[in-house]
């Protein structure tokens, strides 16, 4: 058997033979377009090309979809979908177009993303028409979406339906955008103050071995990584994020599960959110607009299994669940308190042109340092408020306020970190 | 540089040295254990090492956490996360103890999951001690759950307190599970009825390349793919689902963002999955026990960004939203109508000892067909009440019911699929 796994070495004809693999390569293919990141136009650019159809037009390590690369696999596998499938886009193109804004042409802004990912067919109308199957990593779509919490906010008079943000329903207009991941590894590593080096290495060693063409192929230099992407929920105008003088309510939420959708009451996320998302309705009303960007990064991107493991060891630890040994615990089991690296979120504020936050929905003062980090300013930062945060995760917010989160109150003392506050796993 | 870069390469020592990288090899470490899928007993069975630090005792392609990996390693990256790391598990341990049951020994009925995995500590004491980095793939532990849709049902005097399984409060006790996917890639493929061979080689031409060793490495049979994970929400006794006379009412979920969080009113994956939590408490008040299992797969484990690329393609296509091209342009973008695989869902199933499941709250004819597909019997099918689902989702849930989901009424007809039911972009 030839040993040559490379998906992107040169194969011969548009359907490569597939009798033998390559498993890794120094040869790209001979037409495969260049990426330069950052440059002004889509043109210069260049598109971004995933395909696993005709390989030698590929032009980064990876392919699209994230972790559901993994499942369409299975269904080529199961016999259930042809290797040569072509996407076809008719009508997909986005209900709105965002940007080109000039953050787009600044190659240290965006990192994580590919701005013109949403726009595939007209900025490479020419690629596509030679037969390169490229798809888009952005989609923009428009949603009415209706909470239980903003109807009881009408029922209480906190909000009033207008027929154009809101609803007599109880349903909230969006224009709503899921991005995918794409990742410039150079600028990465920049951004991560490491080597490029150094990161292609240690991704590839640390996942056990993923993609090995991210320590051979130093000459491609965009991984489209098997992770979660970004979803974002806009209220009003999008082209108004773009614009300062509007105000802009913003909130950037951190998936969370167990509260999100099943409204655990150990923390506080999805009350957060939906005091967000009710804070972003009010907002448009005023004439602004408002934006929520949701990220898929599961128990502070430690994952579901670890954040119940440490559940369980704050729990059971000597003296119940303290605010005190709230992060103690995360670290003991995950080596880390956080692997979220806020250091990426700004880009998908950057890809929406937001150049001024006017009212932040977050205490996070990893958010907030991240989001001014990258020359975005913040007016106002909107705590949640207090009757909205359930008994047991009083542990999570004073461990967090007393770490540096935003609080317009006291924040709690020692004696205060150390009272034992959480419920036991018996109750 | 020495272009070794296999992460399960026998490498001299308790910690590797880095300074070359293995990409990929023929020879596993010497003293790695053996895993026998299906054994009956953990001892024999062996555990599933997907350690990063001390390599030679890797017996998996891939790592732990699933995705979330990825940011484990940017972490390293980062300098924030000590490659040597090991997860101290002190009061860690499940809340609930889990199985044993008969279907852990049978090496067909659990393929993507590890029964054992909750159970690392005690299973492989011996492995632990003789400083193996064996870490859990599943972790058990107890929540309360507070739905604003319960706390309607409470008010509406649907669903009543009892102190036990719903709290005056409105939060229902549950016992929760997180599963992350261990694949025995010989009974995968079995599964799908395709070779081990094929299903190693698409799994990595596929993803672009992604692990090499799937294909260089056919003695190790257990991978640890990059996807997301399951969650179970158990409403009364875990020890009652393993009992088929104890009436059990359980939900298998797909992940949907756009309503399970956000409520979008396109389709009714959040108002079935809230229904299903109303009729699991209502189950357990009755001296039966709930089940939720939530799997993350995101749009039919096509992404969202293909979901939203679709969501325009019916909404822009000649004659409106129809349910009779519902599935067809779905096909049209993605290439399949669906990638979810629903045969490897019932793992979850027997890991929690089910055998019957008296009343199933879902009308996918896939799920039902998966379940009883796999041994475990059904009894009463719970549709969605008509009241819970949203306008805009009738053409899901029409052109749904007549490609063969349940319905206890009519069937919609040709005329009735052809008579567009959704709205357009523009409103």
């Not at 008079?157 to 007599?168: A, I, V």
Request: glycine share 10%; aromatic share 6%.
């Amino acid at each position: 058997m030839t040993a040559d796994l490379s998906p992107n070495a040169l194969t011969p004809g548009p359907t490569p033979a597939v009798r033998h693999i390559r498993l890794t390569s120094h040869s790209g293919g001979l037409d495969a377009r260049t990426i330069s990141w950052g440059a002004s136009t889509a043109a210069e650019r260049g598109p971004v090309i995933g395909t696993t159809s005709r390989r030698s037009d590929r032009n980064v390590i990876g392919t699209h979809s994230g972790s559901y690369s993994v499942y369409r696999a299975l269904a080529v596998a199961a016999g259930a979908l042809s290797r040569e499938h072509r996407a076809d886009l008719t009508n997909t193109a986005p209900t709105d177009v965002i940007g080109p804004y000039p953050q787009w042409a600044d190659p240290d802004a965006i990192v994580s993303l590919d701005p013109w990912g949403a726009m595939t067919a007209e900025a490479f109308a020419d690629d596509l028409a030679a037969g390169r199957d490229i798809r888009p990593t952005i989609a923009v779509t428009k949603a009415h979406v209706a909470l239980p919490e903003i109807a009881e906010a009408i029922a209480k008079g906190r909000l009033k339906p207008d027929g154009r943000f809101l609803l007599e329903s109880g349903a909230a207009l969006v224009t709503k955008a899921a991005v995918e991941p794409v990742w410039h590894l150079p600028s990465v590593a920049q951004r991560f103050g490491c080597s490029e080096a150094d990161l292609r290495r240690v991704l590839f060693e640390e996942t056990g071995g993923m993609y090995p063409e991210l320590v051979t192929r130093s000459d491609l230099e965009v991984f489209l990584p098997p992770i979660g992407g970004q979803t974002v929920y806009i209220f009003g105008d999008p082209h108004d994020l773009a614009n300062p003088s509007v105000e802009l309510t913003a909130r950037v939420h951190d998936e969370c599960n167990g509260s999100d959708v099943f409204g655990s009451d150990i923390c506080t996320c999805r009350p957060y959110l939906t005091h967000a998302i009710e804070e972003c309705i009010l907002g448009a009303q005023r004439g602004g607009v408002g934006l929520v960007a949701y990220s898929r990064k599961e128990g502070r991107a430690l994952g579901e299994v670890t954040k119940f493991l440490v559940y369980n060891a704050r729990k059971r630890q000597e003296g119940g669940d303290t605010a005190d040994q709230y992060f103690a615990r995360t670290e003991c089991v995950a080596g880390v308190q956080d692997m979220r690296f806020q250091e990426l979120m700004p880009d998908v504020l950057h890809w929406l042109g937001v150049r001024k936050i006017h009212r932040l929905v977050s205490m996070s003062n990893m958010k907030y340092d991240a989001i001014t980090g990258a020359g975005i300013s913040v007016g106002e930062r909107v705590n949640i408020p207090d009757d909205l945060i359930p008994d047991d995760a009083r542990v999570e917010i004073d461990a967090k306020m007393a770490a540096g989160y935003f609080t317009p109150g006291p924040v709690p003392d020692a004696a205060e970190l150390a009272r034992a506050k959480g419920r036991g796993l018996d109750t």
